[in-house]
């Protein structure tokens, strides 16, 4: 079967904390070919003193030392990073190598270089596992969905399954474009898909697939206030089909409750789902700041889990 081309960007660094993305990748996607990978390392920038030309020879000799350092190590983390790759089942000739010397924030370096590249996604481990470490240590998540509103993102924490999907679905077009994200990059493998809907609306929990629409999932559909709903969630299962996933592999879900993160991840965890999709827009106002806060309750609490999030 020929597959479609995919392109991902991954930020790499000294920790090796990216292994864990390349390793999602490398379960998700058995057939590799068609895939391309695109190292990104950021090497650290020189000490304001050495910018330009120094004024003496023993501040030359200094910085040329120096620039050879740090090749030397770009080299041995570029090449350890290949050979992860390879050893995972990686063509060589799938890998790419972008080196920029530091200027801005890393997230802020990567997103620049994903639209450039138009990859598919950009994938990162995801190193804060509180809010009080994100306090702490300094949460690099709200940095990456400020910058990267073009390329999706996937957090990848622990070691996800790669069984089914979760994909929450909102009623805004941002949910659409998490789906169409979804079913592109799904519909090559196996992975079995539910649209999850929370919505206050609900008496109890509906789980249903989308042929064979149980009865209690119709009456809610034709409720005259749940229509904007249905007009989405019937969408989201044409995008996927449209997209080459066979109705058999999507499921709708209805969840009754108000708390959107918590319900999504609930109910990834007690059917486990390995990957849970989210469409994050531009916070804007009151209710931009609640957006955000879901998408951002979500990846924090996230364990075993991959987020996709689609701007």
């Not at 050893?87 to 972008?98: A, D, K, R, S, W």
């Not at 080196?99 to 950009?122: F, N, P, T």
């Not at 009754?256 to 990834?268: E, L, N, Q, R």
């Amino acid at each position: 079967m020929e597959y479609l081309p995919k392109a991902f960007l991954i930020p790499i660094d000294d920790s090796e904390a990216y292994l864990k993305s390349l390793e999602f990748l490398s379960i998700l996607y058995p057939e590799k070919d068609h895939l391309t990978l695109i190292l990104n390392y950021i090497e650290p920038s020189l000490a304001p003193v050495y910018k330009g030309t120094p004024s003496t020879a023993e501040m030359r000799e200094k910085k040329k030392n120096l620039l050879a350092e740090r090749r030397e190590k770009t080299k041995f983390i570029l090449d350890n990073a290949r050979r992860k790759l390879i050893e995972l089942g990686f063509p060589e000739e799938t890998v790419q190598e972008h080196v920029q010397e530091k200027q801005l924030s890393v997230a802020h370096h990567a997103c620049r270089l994903a639209d450039m590249k138009k990859v598919d996604a950009v994938v990162v481990p995801k190193k804060i596992t509180s809010a009080l470490e994100g306090f702490l240590k300094g949460n690099p998540t709200p940095e990456l969905l400020h910058h990267c509103l073009v390329s999706p993102i996937w957090f990848v924490e622990g070691k996800p399954s790669v069984e089914s999907a979760v994909i929450c679905v909102g009623t805004e077009n941002a949910s659409l474009r998490a789906v169409d994200h979804a079913g592109f990059m799904l519909a090559e493998t196996k992975v079995s898909v539910d649209l999850v809907h929370v919505t206050p609306r609900a008496s109890r929990m509906i789980v249903s697939g989308v042929e064979n629409r149980t009865d209690e999932l119709k009456r809610w559909m034709e409720g005259s206030k749940n229509r904007e709903a249905k007009t989405f969630l019937e969408e989201s299962v044409k995008i996927l089909i449209d997209a080459g996933l066979v109705p058999e592999r999507i499921r709708i879900a209805l969840i009754p409750g108000k708390k959107v993160a918590d319900s999504v991840i609930s109910y990834a965890r007690s059917n486990k789902a390995g990957i849970i999709v989210v469409g994050h827009s531009k916070p804007g106002g009151t209710w931009g700041f609640l957006k955000s806060s879901i998408t951002e309750k979500i990846i924090t609490s996230s364990r075993d889990l991959s987020i996709w999030v689609n701007q």
